[in-house]
C-alpha cells in the first residue's frame, strides 16, 4: 500500500473554522444501485450525536466532530496520526429524495442511503408488438 | 527588547498548543526518514497516563468480535477483520477509497507489559489499549540504611 493511502488528509479550505482544530476529509466508497445511492464514509470518533449531514439543492455535506480522540490526563508520547474533525463536500447529480435519507453511524462509519426521487429513476419502457 | 509587553502582544498559552503541535508534525515527518517499507497500519498513537501507557488507533468499522488482541513480554499484537459490507446486488461503484480494512501490526514496547491487567475499549471506531506496566518491571526504590 501506498504511504498516501494510509495517513488522513487534511483538509485544506479557504476558509477558517471556529474550532481550532485540523479538519480531515474523510475517505468514502459511494456506490449506486437504480433506487439510491449509498455513501459510506470513515470517520472515526464521531457518533449519531456528533455528526452532522447537510443537503441543499444538491450540495451534500458531512461534517463529524471529534471530541473524545484525547486521553484525558495522559500525555502524549509516540504519534502516528493527528486528531481532527471531519468535513466533506459532494455535488450529488441525481435528484434525491429529501424525505428519505437514512443515515446511520455504526463503529465510526457513517452510512448513507439517498434514494433517488421518483422522477429521475430510469424507466423501462414497454415495447408493445405492432 | 523583549520587555514584558511584547510577550502579551500575542498570549503566549494561545501560541503554546500550536507550537507543540508543529514540533510534534516534525518529527512525526522525519521518523520515517530512512525507513524503506511505508507506515504500518492502523497508525497509532500512545499516551502516558499513570505509569501505564494507553495506545489509541482509528479503525473505522471493524467487527469487534473479530479483534484480537494480545500481549506477550513487551510485544503487543493486534488484528482484526472489518465487518463485512451488506451492499445489494445490481449496483455500482462510483468511488472506492476505503481500504479494505484487515490488518495487523506488532508493537514493541519499552516495557514489560502486566497481561493480567489490560484493557481494551472499541468505540466509535477507535481501539484505545490501556497497558500497566508488570510489577516486577517497574522501578525500585532502594533505601539507604
Known amino acids: 500500500m501506498v504511504e498516501k493511502d494510509l495517513q488522513k488528509t487534511e483538509n485544506v479550505s ?7 482544530v485540523k479538519t480531515f476529509v474523510p475517505r468514502v466508497d459511494i456506490y449506486e444501485n437504480k433506487d439510491a445511492l449509498f455513501l459510506v464514509a470513515d470517520m472515526p470518533g464521531v457518533d449519531e450525536k456528533t455528526v452532522d449531514i447537510e443537503l441543499e439543492k444538491n450540495i451534500l455535506t458531512i461534517t463529524g466532530r471529534v471530541e473524545n480522540g484525547r486521553v484525558a490526563g495522559g500525555a502524549l508520547m509516540y504519534s502516528e496520526y493527528e486528531i481532527g474533525d471531519y468535513e466533506r463536500v459532494f455535488t450529488l447529480s441525481d435528484e434525491i429524495d429529501r424525505g428519505k435519507i437514512v443515515a446511520t453511524v455504526r463503529n465510526g462509519v457513517l452510512r448513507l442511503e439517498l434514494p433517488k426521487a421518483e422522477q429521475v429513476k430510469p424507466k423501462k419502457i414497454a415495447i408493445t408488438a405492432a | 527588547m523583549f520587555n514584558p509587553t511584547l510577550w502579551r502582544f500575542r498570549r503566549f498559552a494561545d501560541v503554546m498548543p500550536e507550537m507543540l503541535n508543529l514540533q510534534r508534525e516534525m518529527n512525526r515527518l522525519f521518523s520515517a526518514v530512512g525507513q524503506k517499507a511505508p507506515q504500518d497500519y492502523p497508525a497509532v498513537n500512545i499516551w502516558e497516563k499513570d505509569g501505564a501507557a494507553v495506545m489509541t488507533a482509528e479503525l473505522p468499522g471493524m467487527d469487534p468480535e473479530k479483534m484480537d488482541i494480545s500481549v506477550s513480554g513487551d510485544i503487543l499484537a493486534i488484528s482484526g477483520t472489518a465487518e463485512s459490507q451488506a451492499f445489494s446486488e445490481g449496483g455500482t461503484y462510483l468511488r472506492q477509497e476505503r481500504g479494505i480494512g484487515n490488518f495487523k501490526r506488532n508493537l514493541t514496547l519499552p516495557f514489560q ?19 500497566p506496566r508488570a510489577k516486577e518491571d517497574l522501578p525500585k526504590k532502594i533505601k539507604i540504611s
Open chain 1, 14 to 20: 479557504a476558509t477558517e473554522r471556529v474550532r481550532n
Open chain 2, 113 to 131: 507489559v502486566d497481561a493480567q491487567a489490560v484493557e481494551a475499549k472499541y468505540e466509535k471506531g477507535v481501539l484505545r489499549i490501556t497497558l
